[in-house]
C-alpha cells in the first residue's frame, strides 16, 4: 500500500469515526428527552458556554412553572445547578447545547392511591343498546379516571410517570411515536396545552368519551381537530 492510499484510508476512517461518535451523540439526547425521567431544555449557540447559559435558563423557568402548577417548592437555582447534566452536539458552524436534570430533584407531592385496572365492560344486551359505562363506572380503569381529574398537560405528565412506576400502564406519549394508536386511550390537548377530552380506544369503528359516555366516531373526532392527542396504554 502506498503512502498516499494509507494516508487517504487513515483520513476516511477519522471521518467515519467522527461521524458515528455525533449521531451517539444524537441518539443519546433524543433519548434524554423521550425518556420521560428528566427535567430538559435546549439551546444553540456560536459556542459551548453561551448555548449552555441560555439553555439554563430555559431549564429554570421549566422547572419554576412544573412547581408552580403542581403547587409544590420551588427548587432552588444552586440546587439546580448542582444536579445540572449537558450534552452537545455541533450545529453547523454553531452548537447544540441540552442540559438537563433528573425530576427527582423536585418534592413529590402526597402519593396517589392507584387501584388495580379493571378492564371496560363491552357486554350488550339483547337489542344491542350501548351500554358502554361513563365515568364514575367502576369499569373505566382507575388511571383513566385520574386523567380526567387533571386539566393541563403538566399534571397529565407528573399523573403518567407515577402511573408508569406503579405498573399501571404500559407506555405513553405522543401520536405518531405509539403504535396502535387503536388499541391506546386518547387524550386530547388544545393549541393552550389543556386538556378538552379523554377517548376510549377504538371499538366498532369509534372512541367513547370517557367524561361523558357519548360515542365519538371519525365525525365526532373533527370536534378534536386543533387538539394534540397524547396516547396511553393500558396494561
Known amino acids: 500500500m502506498t503512502l498516499r492510499r494509507l494516508c487517504t484510508f487513515v483520513v476516511a476512517l477519522v471521518a467515519c469515526a467522527l461521524s458515528c461518535f455525533a449521531q451517539d451523540t ?11 425521567k428528566y427535567f430538559t431544555a435546549e439551546a444553540t449557540a456560536a459556542s459551548v458556554d453561551e448555548a449552555k447559559n441560555i439553555a439554563f435558563s430555559y431549564l429554570k423557568e421549566n422547572i419554576a412553572n412544573y412547581c408552580e402548577e403542581m403547587e409544590i417548592e420551588e427548587v432552588a437555582e444552586d440546587k439546580i445547578m448542582a444536579n445540572l447534566q449537558q450534552k452537545s452536539v455541533n450545529r453547523g458552524d454553531a452548537i447544540m447545547v441540552l442540559v438537563y436534570v433528573a425530576k427527582t430533584i423536585v418534592e413529590k407531592k402526597e402519593a ?5 385496572n379493571t ?3 363491552t357486554n350488550t344486551n339483547n337489542n344491542n343498546t350501548n351500554t358502554t359505562p361513563v365515568l364514575g363506572s367502576a369499569n373505566w380503569p382507575d388511571i383513566i379516571k385520574k ?5 393541563s398537560f403538566v399534571q397529565l405528565q407528573y399523573l403518567l410517570d407515577m402511573a408508569m412506576d406503579n405498573n ?3 407506555s405513553w406519549g405522543k401520536f405518531n411515536s405509539m403504535l396502535n394508536q387503536t388499541e ?6 388544545n393549541v393552550d396545552r389543556q386538556i378538552v377530552g379523554v377517548l376510549s380506544p377504538v371499538k ?11 360515542v365519538v366516531d371519525s365525525e365526532g373526532m373533527k370536534s378534536f ?3 394534540a392527542p397524547i396516547c396511553v396504554r393500558v396494561k
Open 184 to 189: 391506546c386511550y386518547l387524550v386530547m390537548m
Open 147 to 151: 386523567v380526567c381529574d387533571v386539566s
Open 112 to 116: 396517589m392511591t392507584f387501584h388495580p
Open 204 to 214: 366498532n369503528g369509534a372512541r367513547t368519551d370517557v367524561k361523558t359516555g357519548m
Open 225 to 227: 381537530k386543533n387538539c
Open 168 to 170: 399501571l400502564i404500559d
Open 26 to 36: 444524537v441518539e443519546a439526547i433524543n433519548e434524554i428527552k423521550l425518556s420521560g
Open 119 to 121: 378492564s371496560v365492560n
